[in-house]
């Protein structure tokens, strides 16, 4: 390639014989970017405690959707440890209508999102909508 | 080298300097040989992605915009890897691209013909699907075409003539080998849901631990790289310091951001704070670490 032939002192395997200034550079701009991944974990690490996940759930949107609607819900998780298997629960506050959805993880400080089907239009009715549960990954 | 341009007339991409050296094998024979071996290193290299379902729907259901892009990427690696270590030995830049486009043609079809078999691919399926699908195992194998030359030798005048090619590579040739090996080895397990869940079950320390260790690990194999008479190896500086920051942090950074790239490129830490993303890359970047360090001593 062709940025070899830019350094004058080579060595017989047609290399320069002392490190040019670039590789340092390159190693410092390397340097920088492992310091910083590796730094910001170790921050996280020594400032935030292990809480369990803080996991809400927020209405999307509430469309008709075939025969009937389609509830859409975002996931929060603003606990620090990841969630799996998160059970989410849309209730009719009339009881007359249940449904579920599982989310495979919601990583922590992250959101997910999901929908429910309802035959009914929870518009009309008063909708609720909770985390049932959650398992450790 | 003056031979190889006199090839220039031999059908495009399987031209080969040995032709000479070996006149009694035909011309005919040779490319069918290196056809034979190209495509033997597609499927050796892409067999386990070929059975990984992440990858199908992956394939099916990830960003067209991605894939495209990563695709597009394949081209300039495959460019540099044939430059450094092709399927056959190479005249110009503008053997390489025909090289690159012939073995990306082989994993192409090597990957309809495995995924067809699987029945992965079926032909009620839409055009979308089936493309997708086939495009991203495609990269994989193609990398695995023009792997073929160097892991799957016929024989030893072959062998010395790689070598020779090898000893071209300057620094950010070896820098380009590594992101070479990176995306190589880290692909293999990258669209698996593992490198998720493995995150998820690591706390920070486990997380900063991994980093130290695919750090040593990393410098160990630059080590038994610098100091194991590898010609391509040779710098002029050795000492540890110049060394560990030269190829080992600067590897390390290198695959760091490959890992970054192809996770985002999979979808897998789309919406995810930082923090997770940062862990989740240096998960990956343990495979990626071994790939990128290893391929100095194989390629």
Redesign the interface.
Same mark, same amino acid.
């Given at each position: 390639?062709a *940025? *070899?032939k830019s350094e004058n002192q080579k060595?017989n395997?047609?290399?320069?014989?002392?490190?040019?200034v670039w590789?340092?550079i /390159? &190693?410092a701009?390397?340097?920088i970017? $492992?310091v910083v &991944? /590796?730094g910001?974990? $170790?921050y996280? &690490?020594m400032t *935030?405690e %292990?809480t369990p996940p803080k996991l809400e759930v927020v209405i999307d949107s509430i469309s008709p959707n075939g025969d009937g609607y389609l509830v859409r819900f975002t996931v929060k998780n603003t606990g620090n440890q990841?969630a &799996?298997a998160v059970a989410v629960e849309g209730k009719l506050k009339d009881e007359s209508e249940t449904g579920t959805a599982t989310l495979t993880?919601v990583? %922590?400080? %992250? *959101?997910?999102r999901g929908g429910i089907f309802f035959t009914k239009n929870p518009q009309q009715f008063d909708l609720q909508i909770r985390v049932t549960g959650y398992e450790e990954? | 080298m003056g031979e190889i341009i006199n090839e220039r007339e031999l059908p495009p991409s399987f031209m080969n300097s040995k032709a000479k050296a070996e006149p009694e094998r035909s011309e005919t024979k040779q490319f069918f040989i290196h056809l034979a071996r190209a495509f033997g290193g597609a499927i050796l290299f892409s067999f386990p992605l070929l059975m990984t379902m992440e990858m199908w729907q992956l394939g099916a259901y990830m960003n067209g915009l991605r894939l495209a892009l990563f695709t597009l990427l394949t081209v300039p690696l495959l460019v540099g890897l044939s430059?450094y270590d092709g399927f056959e030995a190479t005249s110009g830049v503008l053997d390489d691209i025909v090289d690159t486009f012939v073995a990306y043609a082989i994993g192409f079809t090597s990957s309809i013909v495995m995924l067809f078999l699987f029945g992965v691919i079926k032909p009620e399926m839409s055009a979308d699907e089936i493309i997708g699908k086939i495009s991203l195992q495609s990269v994989i194998a193609s990398f695995g075409a023009m792997f073929a030359q160097s892991l799957l030798l016929g024989d030893d005048q072959e062998k010395e003539e790689s070598e020779n090619r090898q000893?071209?590579a !300057?620094?950010?040739?070896e820098?380009f080998l590594m992101a070479v090996g990176a995306v190589f080895l880290s692909m293999s397990v990258a669209p698996t849901e593992e490198m998720?869940?493995i995150s998820?079950?690591m706390?920070?320390?486990h997380?900063?631990a991994l980093?130290?260790v695919t750090?040593l690990l990393m410098h160990a194999f630059v080590y038994a790289v610098e100091f194991s008479g590898h010609?391509k190896a040779? !710098?002029?500086?050795k000492s540890f310091l !110049?060394v560990f920051?030269?190829f080992t942090?600067?590897?390390?950074?290198?695959v760091?951001?490959i890992s970054f790239y192809i996770l985002w490129t999979f979808g897998s830490i789309d919406?995810?704070?930082?923090?997770?993303k940062?862990?989740t890359?240096?998960v990956l970047g343990f495979p990626a670490a071994i790939g990128a360090s290893a391929s100095r001593l194989i390629l």
């Open positions: 390639m *940025e *070899e060595d395997q047609g290399r320069p014989k002392v490190t040019p590789e340092w /390159i &190693a701009v390397g340097l970017l $492992v &991944a /590796i910001t974990t $170790v996280r &690490a *935030e %292990s990841t &799996a993880y990583p %922590s400080n %992250s *959101e997910r990954p | 430059y000893r071209s !300057s620094y950010f040739g820098l998720n869940l998820y079950q706390t920070d320390w997380t900063i980093a130290v750090l010609e040779i !710098s002029p500086d !110049s920051l030269r942090v600067v590897g390390y950074a290198i760091l951001l919406d995810m704070a930082f923090a997770e940062l862990k890359t240096i």
